[in-house]
């Protein structure tokens, strides 16, 4: 199915922008706390404005069309955002992986080298992400291109932080590099489960959308917007996390 190839195609081009962002640390680029902050707000902003205009907004009038009821809608619509949320939560405490500054997490954390923790962390941020483009391809071109779009624009600068992050806890720039371009290698994966889900079965596709929808404002709300706010620069990240809403809103309008 085309879908599935164009959902499969934007996960590899949002992998590959993530590797891109780190190109810059890989030359021996430094950056700033405050940098750093103010991007991964931007990549929050990306983030929320996706999940609502291209996700949960979409799924509830696909639902609606489906089932002929705002009610029923609404309902899928919430128990799909408190799946993935769900989903997202079970892996954190499940998986074994390292966070830069809040330390360890899940279960057996201690048998494993603290590269691969980071490596875990930095995965289970980056699927809900491929899901969400592979989902939104399912619900149509226009809609999985603006997501692709949003996403691939926040991977850069998201990319660039996670290589300069690992700098910075020891690794060399040739390590930092590999390790954050295989973080990005989920993403087709993601993209591929979502796309072929929701083209297999056309009524799972609300269920899709907010499903990602759900599992995007977890990773937003536990993983991103703290690590923002730890280091003192509140103002610039919110200032990133408004930009990068309203830059995605406007590509959803005007490509979705």
Do not use: C
Request: negative net charge; hydrophobic residues 55%; without cysteine.
């Amino acid at each position: 199915m085309p879908e599935i190839w164009l959902g499969l195609m934007g996960g590899m081009v949002a992998a590959g922008a993530t590797a891109a962002g780190a190109i810059p640390a890989l030359l021996g680029r430094s950056m700033s706390q405050r940098t750093a902050d103010t991007m991964l707000g931007f990549a929050a902003g990306v983030m929320l404005s996706a999940s609502y205009f291209s996700l949960i907004l979409p799924g509830i009038d696909v639902a609606e069309t489906m089932f002929g009821s705002v009610w029923v809608a609404a309902a899928i619509a919430a128990i799909g955002i408190a799946l993935g949320a769900g989903f997202v939560a079970w892996l954190n405490g499940a998986l074994p992986h390292e966070h830069f500054t809040t330390g360890r997490e899940g279960a057996d954390a201690a048998q494993l080298a603290r590269i691969w923790l980071f490596v875990i962390a930095i995965t289970i941020h980056n699927f809900p992400e491929g899901l969400s483009i592979g989902v939104a391809f399912g619900a149509g071109t226009d809609n999985g291109f603006s997501v692709m779009t949003g996403i691939s624009l926040q991977d850069i600068p998201e990319g660039l932080a996670v290589a300069v992050a690992l700098i910075g806890q020891g690794y060399t720039r040739r390590k930092a590099f590999f390790v954050t371009a295989m973080t990005g290698a989920v993403e087709p994966l993601g993209a591929l489960i979502g796309a072929t889900a929701v083209s297999v079965s056309g009524a799972l596709l609300p269920w899709g959308l907010t499903f990602a929808a759900g599992a995007m404002l977890y990773i937003i709300s536990h993983e991103i917007l703290p690590e923002t706010h730890r280091n003192g620069h509140q103002n610039r990240a919110t200032a990133g996390l408004l930009f990068g809403l309203i830059l995605m809103m406007f590509l959803d309008v005007t490509l979705g």
